[in-house]
């Protein structure tokens, strides 16, 4: 059964006022079609070509413009079967019929025509008729749909109703696996809605961050959740091995990312100290074909320049030269991982960008250690390559640095 306080959440939204829609007015096919014969006047015999050109040489403008409209009407045509299959049918492939009816519409209402009243109403109708045809509510189906309206939420900037519902779900899914987790033949689900768990508090992290709420301790504390988690099942299955139907657990990449997300909180706070072992575990889960590795090393280069961690009597402190060595080491290995990636398969856009923002960081810390031919030569190659990829911010960020440096070339 479903939790009935996540029902309240639904039943209780109110955002707007619901609109009132009005059946359409009877179409009469006699006002369009007529009933009475009419004679048409005979035709010349003439050939289609000719009168086609004769029509084209009387109203080029009006033949050109009919032609445009039947060809986009013909593509709209394709476009349109396009949608519906691959949008109203493909996707809703997993759901019963009754369900899958109520999210097209929720869909609708989320993503095309957004009316968050309707689309929370059908997201309510398809999770109770979900519930009345006994599906499993912490099915990823299930799971999805409720994921849905937090993400509609946000996407309206109601971003305490998003983390209210994300609550609810990480609530139930917790619950779940303490009380029905550790039974027979429920192993291979525990490891689904854990994962789940886990996604969700990473996300919840970054809700309470954002500047609509600004909780930095709820923040830290779903994201240390996240890591824990992540991390304490992974060393369990490493110690005592992968149990019968468990299934696999989450990727690498999946692991780097919930602690990617814990640094980058610490880096907003500014204890780059703690973000600095983060971003490299991260790193190293990463594959070095994959672009975000850059983005990664970026972030390292940073924190290692400017991490300031509390006195220690055992630990002597890092004098400023060791730091800036060390970021940009680290910079330059962002520059040569985003040139060692070739493969189109392989290479995105963060490749490029991330690139750009490394040579603008080089240029920043050559201009630190006062080598100020050095910071030029970073910063012009920072803005060629941002010009080049279309990175509009890599430019500003050059063009500032070479303004401080004495003019903009």
């Not at 290692?304 to 509390?310: F, I, R, S």
Request: proline share 5%; charged share 25%.
């Amino acid at each position: 059964m479903f939790n009935t306080s996540y029902a309240r959440i639904l039943l209780s939204t109110r955002i707007g006022q619901a609109i009132q829609h009005h059946p359409p007015l009877p179409i009469r096919f006699s006002r369009i079609f007529p009933t009475t014969r009419t004679s048409w006047p005979h035709s010349r015999h003439i050939t289609t070509r000719t009168a086609a050109k004769r029509v084209f040489k009387d109203n080029p403008i009006s033949v050109t413009l009919a032609a445009i409209f039947i060809v986009f009407g013909g593509g709209t045509l394709l476009y349109s079967n396009y949608v519906y299959y691959f949008y109203i049918l493909k996707q809703f492939s997993a759901y019963p019929e009754p369900v899958a009816v109520k999210l097209r519409r929720a869909l609708f209402y989320t993503n095309v025509d957004v009316q968050p009243t309707n689309a929370v109403k059908y997201y309510r109708q398809a999770l109770e008729i979900a519930d009345e045809m006994g599906l499993d509510p912490f099915s990823d189906e299930i799971l999805g749909v409720k994921i849905q309206v937090a993400f509609l939420m946000e996407k309206i900037r109601q971003t305490q109703q998003a983390i209210d519902v994300l609550e609810i779900v990480h609530a139930d899914c917790l619950r779940w696996i303490e009380e029905l987790g550790g039974k027979e033949g429920n192993a291979g689900k525990r490891s689904r809605v854990l994962g789940k768990t886990v996604g969700i508090s990473v996300k919840l992290g970054e809700l309470y961050s954002s500047s609509a709420i600004d909780d930095v301790e709820a923040a830290e504390a779903k994201l240390m959740y996240s890591v824990t988690t992540v991390l304490n099942e992974k060393k369990r299955r490493e110690e005592e091995g992968v149990k019968e139907e468990e299934g696999p657990w989450m990727s690498d990449e999946e692991v780097g990312g919930a602690l990617e997300s814990l640094g980058n909180h610490y880096e907003k706070r500014n204890l780059h100290y703690l973000a600095v072992p983060l971003f490299l575990q991260a790193l190293n889960l990463i594959p070095p074909s994959n672009c975000h590795s850059v983005v990664l090393m970026n972030n390292l280069s940073i924190s290692l320049l400017l991490q300031n961690p509390p006195p220690s009597p055992s630990v002597a402190p890092t004098s400023h030269a060791v730091m800036l060595d060390n970021a940009t080491q680290w910079a330059r290995k962002a520059v040569a991982r985003a040139d060692s990636i070739s493969d189109p398969a392989h290479r995105t856009p963060e490749c490029d960008q991330g690139c750009a923002v490394a040579m603008v960081n080089l240029g920043d810390l050559a201009r630190r250690a006062e080598d100020a031919a050095e910071a030029r030569r970073w910063f012009r190659q920072g803005k060629k390559l941002s010009k080049d990829a279309g990175f509009v911010e890599g430019m500003q960020m050059a063009e500032a640095g070479l303004r401080e440096l004495g003019g903009v070339d």
